[in-house]
């Protein structure tokens, strides 16, 4: 399945922060979402390939990257309060409409 | 625009059906998912559908698609508590990103 590391995270304010995730095997399309607390998840961006490949609404402070071996990163700089929230990676064989998007468990972020 | 609208909260009684409801406004979506996420975890896929059929069944879950309407509903026969968790429906974003597009969930509630 699809992990993510570290479970937890508490930064403060300004720090900048790495999230990882490792893909299913074969895998090879990663999307990254911020899931706020009593919301819906929203899409940060997608990496096929080790290429972005799409990005929503967010700026760019949220920066990612993706490595052939099917791991991947979110790093997010300056960070501020309300950036914290859950951080869900998923991980799908490809970008069509039946290449479904299976979530890991997520990175809680607390930033103080 | 790009919305996607669910009541926040259903409450149930064990044994009884569930049915959760979701509007879309993207008319030109082509698959349209039901997670499912559990507390302190990850997104669960529970089913999908094509943008052209109107119903989907599989197990105890029903999904109706009444498309002219943009009008999503899960049902969940002989609910159990196990069931207890917030129901997301989410549609693929026709935009070319491949991006999902998530509702707000609904907190479903099985009563023992």
């Known amino acids: 399945g699809v992990t993510q590391s570290p479970t937890h995270l508490i930064k403060t304010r300004g720090q900048q922060v790495t999230l990882r995730c490792s893909s299913q095997?074969?895998?090879?399309?990663v999307s990254w979402y911020q899931q706020a607390l009593g919301q819906g998840p929203q899409f940060i961006f997608q990496?096929?390939?080790?290429?972005?490949?799409g990005r929503g609404n967010f700026p760019p402070r949220f920066s990612g990257l993706q490595f052939p071996n099917d791991s991947s990163e979110l790093n997010v700089n300056a960070l501020e309060l309300d950036d914290s929230a859950l951080y869900l990676c998923a991980s799908s064989q490809g970008t069509g409409g039946l290449d479904t998007q299976y979530f890991g468990p997520g990175t809680r972020l607390t930033v103080l | 625009g790009e919305d996607v609208e669910q009541s926040l909260f259903l409450s149930v009684r064990e044994g009884d059906s569930s049915v959760i409801n979701c509007t879309y406004t993207d008319s030109s979506s082509t698959y349209l998912y039901w997670y499912k996420q559990e507390p302190g975890a990850g997104l669960q896929l529970l089913t999908y559908?094509?943008?052209?059929?109107d119903m989907k069944q599989d197990q105890r879950l029903t999904v109706l698609l009444n498309k002219k309407d943009k009008h999503l509903s899960l049902r969940i026969a002989d609910t159990q508590t196990g069931d207890s968790a917030i129901y997301f429906c989410?549609?693929?974003?026709?935009?070319?990103?491949?991006?999902?597009?998530f509702g707000t969930g609904t907190r479903l509630k099985v009563l023992a």
């Open positions: 559908i094509f943008s052209n059929m």
């Open positions: 095997s074969g895998h090879n399309t």
């Open positions: 989410a549609e693929r974003g026709a935009s070319g990103t491949y991006k999902y597009i």
């Open positions: 990496y096929y390939r080790e290429e972005e490949n």
